[in-house]
């Protein structure tokens, strides 16, 4: 009895750390059951360039709150392009927004769906995380997807590609997801 007992404990431990070993081999950071990469351009509404702007700045914080936008909200619908050119077909769009939480410099937070509509892709990945804006890549949380993301998770990693001054950036998003149904 004793020694039958102390051998099936002994499979049963072998057993479940096979099971881990299985499980955690499945989120290896360097294999995504899927990966994306596409670009983010957000043209930032200043007053004269309505027929071509994608988002605005929807809040009006007190200025004495420092030099870093702290409060500003801003709401987008963006365009997303499979590679850096602003004026290529859009294959997605981003739809949310984001905001600068930071009163000794800039930083941001963001909070976001990517809406596919095409042949190709056809649902959408929810997203948000901190843009710590002064780090060459960010890393945000991929926390949900529909259609043919169904119930996918993972990490989008952010670098920033362009900058013109206040009103337009382009964002290099490295979509990787590690759940894929
Ligand atoms: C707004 O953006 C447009 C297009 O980039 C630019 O031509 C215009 O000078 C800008 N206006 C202001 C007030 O900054
Ligand atoms: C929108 O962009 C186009 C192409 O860059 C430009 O010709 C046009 O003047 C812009 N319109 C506005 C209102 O900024
Ligand atoms: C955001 O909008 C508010 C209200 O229109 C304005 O006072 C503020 O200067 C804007 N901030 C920036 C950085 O554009
Ligand atoms: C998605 O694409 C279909 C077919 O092109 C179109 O009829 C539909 O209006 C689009 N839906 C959205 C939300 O853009
Ligand atoms: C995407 O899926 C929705 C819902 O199933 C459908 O109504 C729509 O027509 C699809 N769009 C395309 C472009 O296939």
């Known amino acids: 009895m004793e020694k039958s007992s102390s051998y099936f404990k002994i499979l049963f431990i072998t057993l479940t750390s096979f099971f881990l070993i299985a499980n955690s081999k499945r989120l290896k950071p360097e294999e995504p059951c899927k990966r994306l990469v596409l670009y983010y351009h957000d043209i930032l509404f200043n007053v004269t360039n309505s027929a ?4 605005a700045n929807i809040s ?6 420092g030099d870093y936008n702290f409060g500003m909200l ?5 365009p997303i392009t499979k590679d850096r050119n602003l004026v290529s077909t859009p294959v997605a769009r ?3 927004f984001y905001l600068y939480d930071m009163k000794s410099k800039y930083n941001a937070w963001f909070a976001y769906t990517l809406v596919f509509n095409s042949s190709e892709y056809n649902g959408t990945l929810n997203i948000m ?11 945000l949380s991929i926390v949900g997807g529909t259609g043919d993301f169904f119930m996918s998770r993972g ?15 382009c964002l290099k ?9």
Request: aromatic share 10%; net charge negative; with cysteine.
């Open 129 to 139: 995380g901190a843009d710590i804006i002064e780090e060459k890549t960010r890393d």
């Open 173 to 181: 998003m490295d979509i990787k997801l590690y759940e894929c149904y």
């Open 74 to 78: 801003v709401v987008f619908d963006d």
């Open 60 to 65: 009006n914080p007190p200025s004495v709150l």
């Open 52 to 55: 071509n702007a994608t988002s």
């Open 94 to 96: 981003a739809q949310g």
């Open 155 to 169: 990490v989008v990693t952010l670098s920033t590609d362009a900058v013109e001054g206040l009103g337009y950036f």
